[in-house]
């Protein structure tokens, strides 16, 4: 599991490069809620559910099907969020899928279960270089300050590369259209 903080990353990063215009201050900051959404899971482990159940860790609220449904839900609140229907759908349903690629990227636990209800079986990518997390108190752990630092600099570090690029680009787009 990524940390619940940098999962916010992905959709802040997101909406921070798309601009105001774009996705509104509102939005972006449900987006970053919807990129944290899918580890109430972990309350499944208090009422004895196992972590291999479809219901557990990393299961169904990690799936594509959940993020589009995120997506439908968040979409009648269009209006304060200061958005469209259409584009809270894509941005929502786009944050809590990220949720489910970030956690398969990390080098433990079970796959993510991403093609629930058409398959249970759970899949990593191809490339896995997130420390996984540990859950609950755990974290405040030598093991969690280990995945701070991996995830700073695999996950925050390049968002923040993207966001200077942006910026940079914008700067020069600028530059060349008042000349």
């Known amino acids: 599991m990524t940390t619940i903080f940098t999962h916010a990353v992905i959709p802040l990063t997101a909406g921070v490069a798309l601009g105001d215009r774009v996705v ?68 929502l349903s786009l944050a809590t ?11 433990g636990g079970h796959g993510v279960a991403f093609f629930w209800p058409l398959s249970d079986e759970r899949y990593f990518l191809p490339f896995r270089f997130i420390r996984v997390s540990p859950i609950g108190m755990r974290f405040l752990s030598a093991r969690g300050w280990m995945t701070m630092q991996s995830e700073l600099l695999t996950v925050w570090l390049p968002c923040l590369i993207f966001l200077i690029l942006v910026r940079i680009s914008r700067l020069r787009k600028h530059d060349t259209s008042t000349a």
């Open 97 to 107: 899928v990220s949720h489910g690629v970030l956690d398969a990227m990390t080098t």
């Open 24 to 91: 509104s201050r509102r939005l972006m900051v449900m987006g970053m809620l919807c990129s944290m959404l899918p580890d109430l899971d972990v309350l499944s482990f208090h009422f004895g559910v196992r972590y291999d159940s479809i219901l557990g860790h990393r299961g169904w609220t990690h799936s594509i099907l959940f993020a589009l449904m995120v997506g439908c839900m968040f979409a009648a609140l269009a209006k304060p969020l200061q958005t469209t229907r259409w584009k809270a759908f894509t941005f």
